[in-house]
């Protein structure tokens, strides 16, 4: 299975390309993470950030690969625990097809990203920076992945 992480934002300072690339290289291929970066559109005083955010979106579902369940990140979604979610990582891999993860830029998923998700998944009551969610996600999915196959990375 492949979780592709579709993400909103280029040109990421180095400790969020080296946090995120030492936990998507430590998951195997059974579940490997690949990231796919969406430019962000056009935001200054005179820009239309609605529009800016649907753009977004658009460029979003069309990098979503063919055959994908799509999960989108946001607050408003369903919190999941690490053993909540190493369950749903053994469902998805039981289940074959891959996964697409959707993270919004700074003012968060379009509309149509929200409806053509399946799930919702909040990381956490907190607006956390777009940058971070990345890092946050790929640790998350490293120490679920650990917990499912009973390597010592999780301890709690």
């Known amino acids: 299975m492949i979780i592709h992480l579709i993400s909103v ?12 690339s030492e936990y998507a290289k430590r998951l195997p291929s059974e579940c490997s993470l690949n990231l796919l970066e969406i430019a962000p559109g056009h935001r200054g005083k005179s820009a239309d950030v609605k529009r800016t955010v649907r753009d977004e979106g658009e460029r979003m579902l069309k990098a979503i690969p063919k055959g994908c369940r799509t999960i989108a990140l946001d607050v408003t979604g369903k919190a999941w625990s690490t053993e909540q979610l190493s369950g749903r ?6 289940a074959g097809p891959d996964i697409a993860l959707l993270i919004g830029g700074p003012e968060g998923l379009a509309d149509a990203c929200l409806q053509q998700a399946e799930l919702r998944w909040s990381l956490s009551p907190l607006t956390l920076p777009h940058p971070l969610v990345r890092v946050v996600v790929a640790e998350q999915l490293y120490r679920a992945w650990s917990l499912l196959r009973n390597h010592p990375y999780h301890r709690a």
């Open 89 to 94: 990582i053994g469902q998805w891999m039981a």
């Open 9 to 20: 934002g280029n040109k990421m300072p180095r400790w969020v390309q080296e946090g995120y």
